[in-house]
């Protein structure tokens, strides 16, 4: 260029461009805003009618999968025609759907700034055109689905009235109110095996015997097992139950036996468990088993040769009568252990008709106190005989038909019956029957228990919160969506297809999970209908092409490469497996959709300081060891839409003040850690909070800023669950108030700062909250407060450290939904217990534990009398058990802990001159002060 040239060049640079900045460009957008803003008008106007109708759209979508899901399993239909074909082709139409429909939500919650401003012109261009862009998304997504439905609508037709049971009735109209769980166990005609397996175990020689149950899938294996475990793990030093399954990673099993061992002993696991190999906790646990008289159950054991030469040297043999139990599927298993044990080997078969029918009666007619009607006897039988008496497909079945009892329906239902003549078909047939009679929104939350390993066990509360962040729990009035969520979990028990593995106090489930023949069915229909994907060990997965959902059970960090990230929704990576960098540092840039992120990282690794891009997020939960505190990083205030923020497994003590935008934040979880009056000028605008647990009150903040964030608290009308720590006397008026406020609260969980100890901290605490079902109390009261009886919801209440004194029982004995009392550690601190006629009619648990001054426990006729579980801990001056304890009929569960050596001699099951006073009750527990188990119970 010629430097003429260039001189007019800088001339223009310098001069002209300010000009056309200052005048031109604002004369242009004079020009350019209004057609803008037509466009906006234009836009503002269609998507939310256009989103209303691809919400229905999608709902009429996903009942034709659910419809044609239920064609193509059902036995006697020809595959050839393409069904499977066309259900792929709608299932990724409705993936579409989903991501329109979210992406435009969170496009209209942005508001679009003032498009006369031109300093934001840029940005409001940038929002128009990403509305454009998904109207003309939906314009294309609803000519696919025209085009789709069109050469579908035969098959669509044909298929409408395939079932005999009516799917499409409403849950929550057919829910039958009932515990969440049935006591009944579902154990019928087990009482000769159960007999012959506690022989075995309890009795004959003193050499180390393998005790084996095999039996096919649904069967009963486990459910036997677990029966005989709970009435013989009193007689043994160690009682041990280790889920092995079909694929299991010794080490892995090893460490699940040291952390068992190391807790029934009050050990904390050795330092480094997760680094030992596989030598070094062989060497452990035998460590751990020598000279103890123990019993392991190694449940659902599928290969005899690697895993029978893994675990035997690990069992230590010292002629105490030792005893290991197997169930398995294959008979090769049980006769394995032979060369290096004696083995006793029991088949178990199938029911006789008399025992199908009797188990069927349980769940089809268990409001009918499991008596059969007269117009369903016939039918009933013909149904049960299709079981082949397999106690999996009798109560499969009957969980299905106990919701429509019309005859005709039983009749249509058993005309549909054509099972194989191989059982594991039977047991199919009846599992997808029950299956595709869920509503289509209950289906998905099945599927979603098989995202965890099989036999893993899942924690009700994160499943229901997973739940409602994928979008399964649908409104209804006047319920949460986690009491929605909740009546779900109910209906899936009640028909069998989960299973509860622990409950609480109120019979509500605390933790579930899948039989694996149904984890099987699962992992077939995540193949059928796209809905997850399996990372695994040997690193095979359950399907190809979408990922909707991704689960890794592997340590491995080379798996993720091929696989395809853009609409994962749920990320899971569930203990004892960990995420690694190769994994995290793509979170941010490939999983923009994600919903759930719920995994352990590794060790050394962060969370990605980009977080906040993932905008869709609604479940957050992680894990990290605690080597150094995590960092949060300041882009979690863009996850506007995040709905639980699980930090529990961490060690966090500060946040980010970027934490307030989180509007939507229901649960909020931290593991104690972290101070509230960090969150003095945010928590008081999170009013969609549910749960608040831990936090702790900082000795060291002024008393101003702790005053404000307790009043903050305050606003938090919706709480549920709160935990608050390292109270102080001088706020609890400044507390009863803010709490008091919280009138659906129903889990409340308060303890004093320790370096206060002898001062009465709750003398000023008063609580009105008629709703409230958990009560926690750890501090100072000398006596119990009159408001307490007031509580008349509450179910569990547990002190420590209150210091009460004698009569401290009179306030509580007339509640009526009280189960469960625990005192701990000088929470009582009176010379006598005395349980009056009438008191706790409804009591089922009783704890006491460091009652060191206790002598005396009285219990008159008529006390207690649904008192299952009594358990005495560390009580020096107690010299004998409670007069009256064999009054109590429904006593099932003693423990006595750590008391004299005279008082445990007095009681000992082998001729202890006070054993006749507790004979009645059938699991006994008797430790020494030494800790050292000493005594067991009858079967």
Known sequence: MCDPCASVLSCARENLLPLARKHLLPLALDHLLPILKEAVNMIRGVPNDEIAHMKHELETIEEFIHQADKMADAEEYNPSDGTREKIKQLIEASFRIQDVIDEYINCVEQQLPDPGCATVASEYVKTKILRLQIAHDIQIIKSRITEIKDTSSETNHEGSSSSAINPNATLLQNLRKAPFYLKEADVVGFEKPRDKLIDWLVKGRDELTVVSVVAMGGQGKTTLAKKVFDQVKGQFDYHVWITVSQSYNIEELLREMLKELCKQQNFSPPEMIHEMNKELLVEKVRNY??????????????????????????MSDKQKGCRILITTRIMDVATSCRESSFVEIHELKGLDDEQSLKLFNKKAFYDLKECCPDNLIDISSKIVKKCGGLPLAIVVTGGLLCKNRNAIEWYKFNDNIKPKLKKDSVINTFLVLSYHDLSYNLKSCLLYVGIYPEDCEVNSKRLIRQWIAEGFVKEEEGMTLEEVAEGYLTELIHRSLVQVVSIKIDGRAKTCRVHDLVHDMILKKFEDLSFCKNISEDG????????????????LDNLMESNESSQVRSLLVPKPYTLH???????????KLLKVFDAELARGIEVPEDLGSLNHLKYF?????????????????????????DLTGIAVYHLP???????????????????????????????????LSL??????????DIVEAIKELGKLKQLKELGLRSLDRKFMSVISS?????????????????????????????????????????????????????????VSLKLNSSRLREDSMKLLKSMPNLMSISFLYDAYLGKTLHFQNEWFKNLKELRLEYVKYLKDILIDHGALPSLEKLSISEAPELKTLPTGIQRLKKLEYLTIRFMSEKFTQNFLLNGGQDHWIFKQVPFVRIYCPNAAFIGGSRS
């Open 289 to 314: 088993l020598q000279e103890k008289r123990y019993v392991v159950v190694f449940d659902d054991v599928w290969n005899n040769s690697p895993f029978w030469a893994d675990i035997k040297f690990a």
């Open 540 to 555: 095979q997965s359950a399907l190809n092409g979408i990922v909707r959902r991704l689960s890794i059970t592997t340590n």
């Open 581 to 591: 960098e190769s994994v995290v540092r793509q979170i941010t840039t490939k999983y």
């Open 621 to 645: 939960s992680f894990m990290k060891p605690y080597d150094h505190e995590t960092v949060l990083p300041k882009s979690i205030g863009m996850l506007e839409n995040l709905e639980t923020l």
């Open 657 to 691: 003040k970027e934490i307030c935008k989180l509007r939507k934040l229901r649960h909020f979880l931290v593991g104690g850690s972290l101070s509230l009056v960090q969150l003095k000028d945010c928590i008081g605008g999170m009013t969609s909070l549910q749960t």
């Open 695 to 704: 936090l702790y009150l900082e000795e060291d903040e002024s008393e101003d």
């Open 738 to 794: 803010s709490i008091n406020k919280m009138q659906q609260m129903e889990k409340l969980t308060l303890a004093e700062n320790r370096m206060y100890i002898d001062y009465y901290t709750f003398d000023d605490l008063h609580l009105n909250l008629p709703k409230l079902r958990y009560f926690a109390l750890e501090g100072n009261l000398e006596k119990l407060p009159n408001w307490i009886s007031k509580l008349q919801n509450l």
